[in-house]
């Protein structure tokens, strides 16, 4: 069988790049990367968030294409049972399902008003109201998981699907320096710290490609 494919867009701008990305690495599946170009359509889509359904990443697997983040992942978790993307309980599997959806379709304020982009470094950033509710939602998110499952991940003493899904959150957080109890704060700096995110960060510092629109304070 050929080597799985992921096609991807910018590692400084693609969040739905990352969350398939990282999927892929923490259920150990050996696949290639094929990046497109900045200035195709579907990448300017994923970047801008002017499609509601994205085509990138996509993951070609034999005779399997999976195009879809969610689905990427519920594909692995079929495919690498042993990797733990979700969790084994039916309750915590169906918690998991329910906030990677809420991440999937919601947050649409924070992710407008903070996209992705880790090469920068926006200090004293403002953010606005409708983006503040967004981001106390996901720190309510993370706390009660916390609660539940006690750490140092969402689900648990391994990173996951959920963990995946809320990466791109992590980096925005950190770029535009939002404030973040303590227990929010470890756990951005414990996803930072996954050798998955280290490799996809410093390859996102090299890329020289920029897209004005998101060099932009909003």
């Known amino acids: 069988?050929?080597?799985p494919v992921l096609t991807i867009?910018?590692?400084?701008?693609?969040a739905w790049?990352?969350?398939?990305?990282?999927?892929?690495?923490?259920?150990?599946?050996?696949?290639?990367?094929?990046?497109?170009?900045?200035d195709d359509p579907a990448m300017k889509a994923e970047m801008l968030?002017?499609?509601s359904s994205m085509l990138v990443p996509s993951l070609q697997h034999g005779g399997v294409k999976v195009w879809d983040?969610?689905?990427?992942?519920?594909?692995?978790?079929?495919?690498k049972p042993k990797a733990g993307l979700l969790p084994d309980d039916i309750a915590a599997r169906a918690?998991?399902?329910?906030?990677?959806?809420?991440?999937?379709s919601g947050f649409s304020s924070m992710r407008g008003a903070l996209p992705?982009?880790?090469?920068?470094?926006?200090?004293?950033?403002?953010?606005?109201?409708?983006a503040q509710a967004d981001i106390d939602r996901i720190v309510a998110i993370w706390r009660e998981c916390f609660k539940a499952y006690g750490g140092p991940f969402l689900f648990g003493k391994q990173p996951g699907m959920a963990d995946a899904m809320?990466?791109?959150?992590?980096?925005?957080?950190?770029?535009?320096?939002?404030?973040?109890?303590?227990?929010c704060a470890a756990y951005c700096k414990r996803v930072m710290e996954l050798p998955a995110m280290k490799e996809w960060v410093a390859a996102a510092k090299q890329e020289p490609e920029e897209i004005d629109e998101l060099d932009a304070e909003f």
Do not use: Q
């Open 1 to 3: 069988m050929a080597k």
């Open 9 to 14: 867009s910018s590692k400084n701008y693609g």
């Open 17 to 38: 790049s990352l969350r398939g990305w990282l999927m892929c690495r923490l259920a150990g599946l050996d696949f290639s990367e094929k990046v497109i170009p900045p």
């Open 49 to 51: 968030l002017l499609s």
């Open 69 to 79: 983040t969610l689905a990427i992942g519920e594909y692995l978790n079929e495919i």
């Open 95 to 104: 918690h998991c399902r329910a906030i990677c959806g809420e991440m999937h």
């Open 116 to 130: 992705m982009n880790i090469k920068a470094h926006f200090k004293n950033f403002k953010v606005w109201s409708r």
């Open 166 to 183: 809320y990466a791109p959150v992590v980096t925005r957080f950190l770029s535009y320096d939002v404030a973040l109890d303590s227990a």
